[in-house]
C-alpha cells in the first residue's frame, strides 16, 4: 500500500532535530507551567526544581507525575494554563467513579489535536477526495469531534453520522458512499454484523478503511472486523486528559501507533516505582504535553500498560512507535489476585474463529472470586447433543484458563443476546460486594 | 428411512420457549413429537414435525439457533418386551444410542420410538434384520 503523510516533515524528521524541538517545547512548557498552574509551582519548588533547572528532554525524568486524582482535586478547571478568553472548547470524560475530568482547549491546542488526528486518517491512506464517516459520540467525548477536525484539516469531506441507529449508518455509508469509517472497534463490529444481516454485501460499497479506537482491541477483533466490512482497519490511541484520539495512530504496517512526539512526549515507567523503563519493555504510558497551552499536564500517567519501540518503521515514519495497549488499568479487573483484561477473552474468542461479543460476570461465592464468560451460540458450535456443546465450552474453558491463568466457567446464550454497543462496549458486569 | 428432526437451542430464560412455539403456530407447523435435554443454562429442544424445512427456515428467521438432526423412527408393539427387543438388537451390535423419545400412536397398539444413534446405515440394517420396524419418513410426517 502506498504511503501517505500528512505532515512528512514532523513524521519522518531525523531524531537529532526532532529532539531538539522536543526539548525547546519543554523548557518553555515547564516556565509556563510554573508562572501560571499554582498546582504546578508547588509542586515543582516542593521537589526542589526551578523551570531553568530542565534544559532538555533528559531532565524530563526529574519532573513529579501528575495523576487523574490530580485533575479531580483540581475539578474543573484548577489546572488550566490560561485564562478564560483564550479557551474554544471543553471537553470531559465521563466520571464513573467520582467527579469527570474536565479539559480545555486554546485554538492552538484544537489545532494540534486535529494534526494528530489528520495524521492519523492520512496514514490509513485518506486523501482529500475522501468522504469520512463519523459514527464517534458527538459531544464531551472527544472521538466525534476530534476525527471530525482531523478530516476537515486533511481536507476530506466529513459526514458527521455520530452515534447510534446501526440500521442508519449502514444506510448511508452505502448512499452516501463513505470511504472511511470512525468508531470504536466494538461498534464498527456491530456495523458490520448489521451490514450482513440487511443483506448489504460490503464489497460493493465505497469503504476502504476504518479508524478505531476508545478501546483496547485485539489483533482477532481487526481481523473480524476488516473481513466484516471488507476494508483495512486501524487503531487511534488518545485520551482526553492528553488531547483526544490522534495521540497516536497506525500506519500501514499496523505494527505499532506512531507517537506524535513533538506534541505529546511518551514515556514507559514501572508503575510501582516511578522508574524509566527502556524500549521493548512494558510499563505505564506516561505522556508530558510539550505542545499545548490550555491544559499542559507533566508526566501524566495514563494508566495504559504499554511499550515504546524507536527504531524507524518500514513507513518511513521515525516518530516512536507504541505498542498497542493491552487495555488500561482502570478496565482490568482483578480476579482471585490475577490480573484480567477483556481483551484476552477477545482474544481468545476471536483466535477459535468467533465474533467478540462477550460479557464476563465477576461474583464472590464463599469468599472466592468467579468468573463468568458469557458467549453467543453460533450455528457452527451447536449440535442436537448436550454432550457436544459441553465439549465446545469445556475446550473454550481450557482456553481461555491458558491465557488467563484463572479458571472461567463458559456459559453459551443465545445468538444476539448480548447487547451490542454504539460507544464504548461495556464488558463486564461485577458483582462482587466487597 | 432418516426422518429430519428440528435441534433449537433454547436459553434458560423466561418465554423463550413459548416464542419458539409461537412462532412454529403462526407457520401452522404441527408438532408430532418433542423432547428437551435440559442442562443448568440451556436447552436443546428436539422437535418432530409435519414439515421440517419451512419450520426451519421460520425458525432461523426469528434469529433461532435451530439444525436438522437425522435420527430414525421405529415402531414398536405397545407390550411389555416391545422396545426391550429393539434395544437388545442395537446393543447386540455394539451400536450406542445418544438419546430417544417415544410417543403412542392413538389409533394403533403401537409405540413409536424416535432414536439418534451413532451410525443410522448401521442401525437402519441391525434393525430390519432383527425384524423391528421402521418407520417411513412420510408415515411420521403425515401422523
Same mark, same amino acid.
Given at each position: ?34 508562572? @501560571? ?17 530542565? @534544559? ?15 485533575? +479531580? ?107 472511511? &469509517? ?20 460490503? @464489497? ?96 501524566? +500517567?495514563? +494508566? ?55 460479557? &464476563? ?5 464463599? *469468599? ?5 464468560? @458469557? ?12 454432550? *457436544? ?42 458483582? +462482587?460486594?466487597? | ?10 436459553? #434458560? ?10 412462532? !412454529?403456530?403462526? #407457520? ?14 440451556? $436447552? ?39 422396545? #426391550?427387543?429393539?434395544?437388545?438388537? !442395537? ?13 403412542? #400412536? ?20 441391525? !434393525?430390519?434384520? $432383527? ?11 403425515? !401422523?
Amino acid at each position: 500500500m502506498e504511503n501517505h503523510y500528512f505532515q512528512p516533515e514532523v513524521e519522518c524528521a531525523d531524531r537529532e532535530s526532532l529532539r531538539a524541538l522536543q526539548s525547546q517545547r519543554l523548557r518553555e512548557m515547564i516556565k509556563r507551567c510554573y508562572e @501560571k498552574v499554582p498546582f504546578y509551582r508547588k509542586k515543582l519548588d516542593e521537589a526542589g526544581i526551578k523551570p531553568e533547572d530542565i @534544559k532538555s528532554v533528559d531532565d524530563i525524568k526529574r519532573l513529579p507525575f501528575t495523576t487523574k486524582n490530580d485533575l +479531580r482535586d483540581n475539578y474543573p478547571y484548577g489546572l488550566f494554563a490560561v485564562p478564560r478568553e483564550e479557551l474554544i472548547r471543553i471537553h470531559a470524560s465521563s466520571g464513573t467513579t467520582g467527579n469527570p475530568t474536565v479539559v480545555g482547549y486554546t485554538r492552538h491546542d484544537v489545532d494540534v489535536w486535529a494534526d494528530g488526528a489528520a495524521r492519523a486518517l492520512a496514514a490509513a491512506g485518506c486523501t482529500t477526495s475522501d468522504f469520512v464517516h463519523v459514527s464517534y459520540g458527538y459531544g464531551l467525548f472527544t472521538g466525534g469531534l476530534g476525527l471530525h477536525y482531523g478530516a476537515e484539516k486533511l481536507g476530506a469531506a466529513v459526514i458527521p453520522v455520530s452515534s447510534g441507529n446501526t440500521q442508519r449508518q449502514v444506510q448511508i455509508l452505502k448512499d452516501f458512499g463513505s470511504n472511511f &469509517l470512525c468508531c470504536t472497534p466494538s461498534y464498527a463490529a456491530y456495523i458490520g454484523e448489521t451490514c450482513r444481516d440487511m443483506g448489504v454485501d460490503t @464489497k460493493e460499497i465505497a469503504l476502504r478503511g476504518g479508524i478505531f479506537g476508545a478501546e483496547a482491541w485485539s489483533e482477532g477483533m481487526r481481523e473480524n472486523i476488516e473481513k466484516l466490512l471488507n476494508i483495512n482497519a486501524y487503531d487511534i490511541y488518545g485520551l482526553s486528559e492528553i488531547a483526544g484520539p490522534g495521540v497516536s495512530y497506525e500506519c500501514p504496517e499496523k505494527n505499532g501507533l506512531h507517537v506524535c512526539e513533538d506534541y505529546f512526549y511518551p514515556e514507559i515507567i514501572n508503575p510501582e516505582t516511578g522508574e524509566v523503563l527502556p524500549d521493548g519493555e512494558y510499563g505505564e504510558l506516561v505522556f508530558t504535553c510539550i505542545g499545548k497551552e490550555a491544559l499542559p499536564l507533566i508526566r501524566y +500517567r495514563t +494508566r495504559d500498560i504499554c511499550a515504546l519501540n524507536h527504531e524507524k518503521c518500514a513507513c518511513g515514519r521515525t516518530l516512536v512507535r507504541m505498542a498497542k495497549p493491552r487495555g488500561r488499568t482502570d478496565d482490568m479487573l482483578v480476579i482471585r489476585g490475577v490480573n484480567v483484561f477483556p481483551s484476552q477473552i477477545e482474544f481468545v474468542l476471536t483466535g477459535m474463529g468467533l465474533e467478540p461479543n462477550y460479557v &464476563l460476570v465477576v461474583d464472590r461465592a464463599h *469468599n472466592l472470586d468467579t468468573l463468568e464468560v @458469557k458467549v453467543e451460540m453460533t450455528p457452527e458450535m451447536f449440535s442436537d447433543s448436550v454432550k *457436544n456443546i459441553e465439549a465446545v465450552e469445556r475446550r473454550m474453558a481450557a482456553k481461555l484458563h491458558t491465557v488467563l491463568n484463572i479458571s472461567a466457567k463458559v456459559t453459551l446464550v443465545e445468538p444476539k443476546s448480548i447487547a451490542r454497543s454504539e460507544g464504548k462496549a461495556q464488558r463486564i458486569i461485577d458483582n +462482587r460486594k466487597i | 428411512m432418516i426422518i429430519k428432526q428440528l435441534s433449537i437451542f433454547v436459553e #434458560n430464560k423466561e418465554g423463550r420457549l413459548s416464542e419458539i412455539t409461537q412462532t !412454529l403456530a403462526d #407457520n401452522n407447523v404441527d408438532i408430532r413429537a418433542l423432547s428437551i435435554a435440559d442442562t443448568t443454562d440451556y $436447552g436443546i429442544l428436539r422437535l418432530i414435525v409435519n414439515n421440517p424445512d419451512a419450520a426451519l427456515s421460520a425458525l432461523k428467521s426469528e434469529g433461532m439457533t435451530v439444525s436438522l438432526t437425522d435420527v430414525i423412527a421405529i415402531a414398536v408393539p405397545d407390550t411389555p418386551g416391545g422396545l #426391550n427387543k429393539a434395544v437388545k438388537v !442395537l446393543s447386540e451390535k455394539n451400536i450406542s444410542i445418544e438419546y430417544m423419545y417415544a410417543f403412542l #400412536n392413538p389409533r394403533k397398539d403401537t409405540a413409536f420410538v424416535i432414536m439418534r444413534v451413532e451410525d443410522n446405515e448401521r442401525a437402519i440394517k441391525a !434393525l430390519t434384520d $432383527g425384524g423391528i420396524r421402521l418407520m417411513h419418513n412420510d408415515e411420521i410426517y403425515s !401422523l
